[in-house]
T-cell receptor, first 113, second 113 residues
Framework: DQQVKQNSPSLSVQEGRISILNCDYT??????FLWYKKYPAEGPTFLIS?????DKNEDGRFTVFLNKSAKHLSLHIVPSQPGDSAVYFC????????????FGTGTRLTIIP | DAGVIQSPRHEVTEMGQEVTLRCKPI?????LFWYRQTMMRGLELLIY????????DSGMPEDRFSAKMPNASFSTLKIQPSEPRDSAVYFC???????????FGPGTRLLVL
């Protein structure tokens, strides 16, 4: 049972446009969320996070939005650059739970020059 | 400070053979996680340790899988006997505390023929 779902396995976006990656979760105990980026032959690296007390967190070109009622979060990248081409994983955890993170299946983003 | 080191980076073996994957974590991080990445299930947590003690191994798929952390600077994940369905990329990750970013190693790509 996938508690964190990324329903789009791939996404292609023109350079300079906005990339929007989506993530849905089912466990209402999750209260902090992270996005990781993964290049081929490398491990995932942390990109941005958000806790459930916020509905938006911004870091440069990257913004994460959280809609708790819909159990949905999204990552916006604007403007998209060729170096953003990677696999993006959404992850969720529970502050009063254990240390585990639950990851989604990932979305492969391709930026077209 | 070097990142998480995993060895080997690639492993090709035949069904039935024993496979040992190794991880050297970043010093000063109390939590160590072993993940498996597949196309179908994304990043799955197999087991994690806190201060070298296994905390949760509920993600270990079968008794064929075992993990140890004899000291703070070394961990192994062993598969015995290996099967073709074990083919995946295995990641080791560390974090300093709950909610803190997890730092991943480069992964070991395992192919069981």
């Amino acid at each position: 049972d996938q508690q964190v779902k990324q329903n789009s396995p791939s996404l292609s976006v023109q350079e300079g446009r906005i990339s929007i990656l989506n993530c849905d979760y089912t466990n209402s105990m999750f209260d902090y969320f992270l996005w990781y980026k993964k290049y081929p032959a490398e491990g995932p690296t942390f990109l941005i996070s958000i806790s459930s007390i916020k509905d938006k967190n911004e870091d440069g070109r990257f913004t994460v939005f959280l809609n708790k009622s819909a159990k949905h979060l999204s990552l916006h990248i604007v403007p998209s650059q060729p170096g953003d081409s990677a696999v993006y994983f959404c992850a969720a955890g529970a502050v009063f739970g254990n240390e585990k993170l639950t990851f989604g299946t990932g979305t492969r983003l391709t930026i077209i020059p | 400070d070097a990142g998480v080191i995993q060895s080997p980076r690639h492993e090709v073996t035949e069904m039935g053979q024993e496979v040992t994957l190794r991880c050297k974590p970043i010093s000063g991080h109390d939590y160590l996680f072993w993940y498996r990445q597949t196309m179908m299930r994304g990043l799955e947590l197999l087991i994690y340790f806190n201060n070298n003690v296994p905390i949760d191994d509920s993600g270990m798929p079968e008794d064929r899988f075992s993990a140890k952390m004899p000291n703070a600077s070394f961990s192994t994940l062993k598969i015995q006997p290996s099967e073709p369905r074990d083919s995946a990329v295995y990641f080791c990750a560390v974090s300093g505390s709950k909610q803190e970013t997890q730092y991943f190693g480069p992964g070991t790509r395992l192919l069981v023929l």
